[in-house]
């Protein structure tokens, strides 16, 4: 089949308006907001050489920091500040989406405009600056009809530099909830929809391209005094701002959003959800790629309104409680933990999805290996991996320690490649999730956890405090209730897992309700 | 003598935390339409003494007066946009046409913009640069004599009555620099201008001024007319008079029906 009658190519480009609209006007506001900031300073600076070293420090500290950990360190710096403000102020805002993303890429733009700000400035030659006194000007009139002119062209280099910087990185602030062309990367790349990796990548350069042209067109008509090319520009850039400004004064508010973390059940779930809303007439949009701590205090704070999470990942990492539980009494005391938050437990799906320490079952039966007691003696000949947050979560700790278990390696990966190189022997154990189809498919076996080290992980619905009361909601939601079990969910994992065009989580989640609706 | 324009008394100017003296106990008076030549080398102060005018730099002692007010009690930016200034080798803005260029000073005094255009092209006849389209040409379009006039135009723009310039032609070939220099000379007797120049060149400051002055050491160390000066008892004014005569007679020597017969 050619990509381009490919049905995920249609599905994507359907996603398009919302993503590429949320990615311009997070990007645009990004850069009128770094802009404002940086120009004064650096014109402020160009004549103090120590505030100038100063900021330049700065701004170069920033640019070295990776700029999904400056998107990710802006959300709990917001949330602390909005926590602040209420008990200062009496209100608090969103530091959700928009706010933070926006916040770290216009810190992200600084440098270049500071620095071809800054330079441009100073390397205007000083006999034009003194001419600029003998004809009489102030300094603010040399400044602005002599000395701002003459540095443009260095000055709109940094520009043009710094929007190239926001707008790919941009695509990293889906995380922490900005929706943005990333979306379709942060999807794609968990689902293995590689359509939509190469869709979501292609329309981030080109976007990138189209401003970045605009702006040289704009630069060249100011410098060679064409009024056409200059308008041209502009009138390009301002088209821009009017289509990213447009949906944003056209949004309704009162639509449920459904959150998703970063991996494929997640997204699949949420799919589910949002087309069960939509099926009972409620509004509904997802909010997909989101971090594991970030979408919880979304919920908390009414960003989202529904998503699922797991029950011993509350427990140990939102709760940080260190007891194990039998899976009952869990359930009852998480129960009453999160509605001291105002969060609704609304029921569980049916299915856990737990980590699980996981071999190929040809190499465990070698090995005699059917618990994770078995695995002690060879752990520290064998190498293990785990995702991005294993190795520093609790169950990892509560492992080693009920066990001794001490392993020659240990290594990070990716959740879905994870599968395959165990699978190959790349590495000998990996840290899955119960749930994933993969287990099935390359004939992987978990190891039972006699000492009950990893705590119990029912799938979970959790409603916002705004939400509690919404019957309406609740009935909508009412027919997912344990009706999802483990070999279900396994499939459905597996087939959004695969890389056709029946492997989008919007086609996996059809296939889940008709296969649960049948019970 | 008519009454003084521009008058120094006592000052002085140091640089540098007071490591460099600039310009030394200087007092000198440029009268009303006189057109002064000041005659120095390089470091000998004479820059320094034609920017305390226009207060682009100010004085560390004594009193400059122009047109009979103290300098130090008028608002710089006022005072500059009063006085025309013709800079060394133009600097004329790039970035502006030949119009916006000599329109700048007008603009910045408010003057309309239907009646800028109208003393552009004045102006840009008066340096003899009208017709050929002059007017919305970038500087870089140029040649240097062009430019220096342009550079002329924008120091007259504003109708000023004192013109202060910085070796105006130094750097331009012998034939366009004598060309430009009778041009300017024409045009300060035309408009009544009060002219202060600076010079390198002895021969030029002879052919142009009325009066010269001249610096060394940061020290003013003589003052008056070409037949003035050649009595002086300066070593150094001495021999910077007798340069150019004798480079006179060498070519004539050398180019013999060149001379005068």
């Known amino acids: ?99 933070p993303a926006m916040l770290a890429l216009a810190l992200y733009s600084m440098l270049p405009v500071l620095r071809n700000t800054i330079t441009g400035l100073n390397g205007i030659d000083p006999a034009l600056i003194e001419a600029a006194q003998g004809v009489g000007m102030t300094e603010r009139q040399s400044l602005v009809s002599v000395e701002l002119p003459l540095a443009l062209p260095v000055i709109m280099a940094g520009i043009r530099t710094a929007s190239v910087w926001v707008i790919g990185t941009a695509t990293l602030s889906t995380p922490i909830g900005q929706t943005s062309l990333g979306n379709y990367i942060f999807a794609g790349l968990q689902t293995q929809n590689w359509v939509f990796v190469l869709f979501g990548c292609v329309a981030a350069a080109a976007l990138a391209l189209i401003v970045d042209q605009l702006l040289a067109l704009l630069e060249s008509g100011l410098a060679l005094r064409r009024r056409v090319r200059a308008g041209l520009g502009g009138a390009g850039i301002a088209a821009l701002v009017a289509a990213a400004l447009v949906p944003a004064l056209a949004r309704t508010p009162s639509s449920y959003v459904v959150g998703a973390k970063t991996f494929t059940e997640q997204y699949v779930l949420a799919a589910l959800i949002t087309e069960r809303l939509q099926a009972a007439d409620l509004q509904a949009t997802t909010r997909a790629g989101l971090g594991s701590s970030v979408i919880y205090e979304a919920l908390a704070s009414g960003d989202v309104d529904l998503y699922v999470d797991y029950s011993g990942t509350l427990w140990l990492n939102q709760f940080h409680q260190t007891s194990i539980e039998p899976r009952e009494k869990l359930l009852t005391d998480l129960k009453a933990l999160l509605a001291k938050q105002d969060i609704t437990l609304f029921g569980t799906l049916g299915f856990e999805n737990a980590y699980a320490l996981v071999m190929p079952k040809k190499r465990a039966e070698a090995l005699g290996i059917h618990s994770i007691a078995d695995l002690v003696a060879h752990a520290p000949t064998l190498s293990i991996a785990g995702d991005y947050e294993f190795f520093s979560r609790p169950e990892w700790a509560a492992l080693r320690k009920a066990y001794g278990l001490s392993f020659r390696m240990q290594r990070q990966m990716q959740p879905d490649f994870m599968y395959a190189a165990v699978a190959s022997g790349d590495v000998d154990v990996i840290a899955g999730y119960t749930s994933d189809g993969l287990i099935a498919k390359y004939d992987l076996v978990t190891l039972d956890d006699p000492k009950q080290a990893i705590p119990p992980y029912d799938a979970l619905l959790l409603l916002a405090p705004k939400r509690a009361q919404d019957e309406k909601l609740k009935a909508a939601l009412k027919p997912l209730l344990d009706r999802i079990d483990i070999a279900t969910m396994r499939e459905a994992n597996l087939r959004a897992s695969g890389n056709d065009a029946d492997s989008s989580p919007a086609s996996v989640a059809r296939w889940l309700w008709q296969k649960i609706g049948e019970h | 003598m008519t009454p003084a324009l521009i008058s120094y008394t006592h000052v002085s100017k140091r640089f540098g935390g007071g490591a460099v003296t600039a310009v030394n106990d200087v007092s000198l008076d440029v009268g009303t339409g006189e057109f002064l030549a000041v005659v120095g080398g390089s470091g000998s102060g004479k820059t320094t003494l034609l920017r305390l ?27 500059r946009r009063r006085i025309g200034y013709v800079f060394q080798s133009g600097g004329l803005f790039p970035h502006l046409s030949v119009g916006d260029n000599i329109g700048v000073t007008p603009r910045l005094l408010g003057t309309r913009p239907s009646e800028i255009a109208t003393r552009v092209d004045e102006l840009l006849a008066l340096v003899r640069l009208d017709g050929g389209g002059y007017r919305n040409r970038l500087p870089h379009e140029l040649s240097g004599g062009q430019r220096q006039r342009v550079g002329v135009a924008r120091a007259l723009a504003a109708k000023p009555r004192i013109v202060l310039m910085d070796e105006p032609f130094g750097a331009l070939d012998p034939l366009t620099r004598d060309a430009l220099g009778e041009d300017y000379r024409a045009l300060h007797k035309k408009l009544a201008l009060t002219t202060v120049m600076i010079t390198h060149d002895m021969t030029e400051a002879l052919l142009l001024a009325d009066r010269i002055a001249v610096m060394g050491g940061a020290k003013l160390l003589a003052q008056g007319t070409p037949a003035e000066l050649s009595e002086s008892r300066e070593p150094y004014v001495l021999e910077l008079m007798r340069t150019p005569r004798r480079q006179a007679e060498r070519l004539n020597a050398l180019l013999p029906g060149a001379g005068p017969p």
């Open chain 1, 1 to 99: 089949m050619s990509l381009l009658s490919d049905p995920r190519l249609a599905e994507a480009a359907g996603h398009l308006p919302d993503y590429l609209g949320n990615h311009l006007r997070v990007s645009l506001a990004a850069l009128a907001l770094g802009l404002a900031v940086s120009m004064p300073l650096a014109i402020l600076a160009r004549n103090r050489p120590v505030l100038r070293g100063a900021l330049l420090a700065v701004a170069s500290i920033v640019q070295t920091v990776p700029g999904l950990a400056l998107l990710a360190l802006f959300y709990p710096l917001l949330l602390a500040l909005a926590s602040l403000t209420l008990s200062w102020f009496g209100f608090d805002f969103s530091a959700f989406g928009f706010l």
């Open chain 2, 53 to 79: 005018a226009n207060r682009l730099i100010d004085a560390d002692q004594g009193t400059i007066t122009v047109e009979g007010e103290d300098v130090r009690a008028l608002d710089p930016v006022g005072l």
